[in-house]
């Protein structure tokens, strides 16, 4: 009990961040000479940590190399550990939206498990984000070690429902794009922006001709992205083309030349 | 023979650290292939952001790679000038119907025109 408390009260300092010691990371090897894998470990409550360290712990092929109570930490760790699997706490992300791609660019190999309660919307935005497993907080220690050892081998751990739900999402996003009857409200300038992008122009073209900075047709782009649900300049031009946008904004008298032209004529700021 | 085409701000699809979900744009657009040294006239059946369907007169190996464009036209672009987007990728998928040779091809890099 002593030595738990002792590790509890180490662990409790802000912002925590263990390192182990360079003989533990030397010796992250399996007895058999192949390596270990590399756990970083990111919760926010100690005592989970020090039970999950007590977990593999007991195993030969999984080392916890480094962990962290909070994301600023975690960030630390995965700059300074390599590391093969991180096992992040669900409460740790929730509240920021690109946690994980945040994580993913500081190590782009690391294979990510979140701890979260199943929740549709919350594990579809998860798998698409780029994790490889969500398990719940009360999984066996046995199921997690299974976890990281299949999703350290490059599978996917994923439960039926799941992937049912990752199958909908994908369903109603294709059926969303496609279908002309969902098709979102867009602005004259959306329009005539996305009118410049299916020719071809780069931002700093559009912004030139529709008389506004390079960094405004960006905001544009990023909220067109969002209202369509495309991915990128070549995904919002397929958009435009199946579904006749150009069309729709010369009837509706819209063109960039035009727009450009009325902003001038009748002394509007350019935005 | 051959497209020579200026690689303007060449943009590589990000990489796949999501679940690539990209949906098909039944889009029947004509394209020109440059693979295996020749040039192939195509049709496109259906295009996403990560890759083509062509059909075309040729079955052309799996992982050949590929360098084509697809134009727009001015009618698409309801009579503002043609457009293209020029891409790199490689086939991943052909097969022979009695109406002609499919392949498809993944989009490894692409440019407007």
Known sequence: MAELDQELNQQSAPGFLDETSPDMREAAREPSGKPAIRMLLADSQAIY????????????????????????????????????V?????????????????????APDIKVIVQATADESNTVELYRRGVRGIVPRSISPDLLVKCVRKIAGGETWIDNQSVNWVIEAYRSQAAQLTSPKTQPRLSPKELA??????????NKEI??????????????????????????????????????????????????EALSEMQSSNGLPRS | MGITLPLLQRVQPEPPTGVRCAVRFPLHLPARIIALGKEFEAMTENISASGVLFKLDEVLPVNTP??????????????????????LGRIVRSYRQSDGAYGAAVIDEYCFQ
């Not at chain 1, 405004?216 to 083309?241: F, M, P, T």
């Open chain 1, 49 to 84: 940590r020090v039970g999950i360290r007590k977990v593999f712990a007991l195993e030969d092929d999984i080392r916890v190399v480094a962990q962290a109570e909070s994301l600023p930490a975690l960030h630390s760790a995965i700059q300074r550990y390599p590391s093969d």
């Open chain 1, 86 to 106: 991180l096992l992040i706490e669900g409460a740790l992300i929730v509240s920021t939206t690109n946690a994980i791609p945040e994580i993913m660019r500081l």
């Open chain 1, 193 to 202: 922006i996305i009118a410049c992008i299916t020719q071809g122009k780069r």
């Open chain 1, 207 to 256: 912004a030139y001709q529709l008389g506004t900075s390079e960094q405004v047709i960006k905001n544009y782009l990023r909220k067109i992205y969002d209202k369509l649900g495309v991915s990128d300049r070549l995904e919002l031009a397929l958009y435009c083309l199946h579904h006749q946008l150009h069309k729709k904004a010369a009837e509706a008298g819209i063109n960039p």
């Open chain 2, 66 to 87: 590929v360098e084509f464009l697809v134009e727009v036209s001015a009618d698409a672009l309801n009579g503002h000038s043609t457009a293209a987007f020029h891409c």
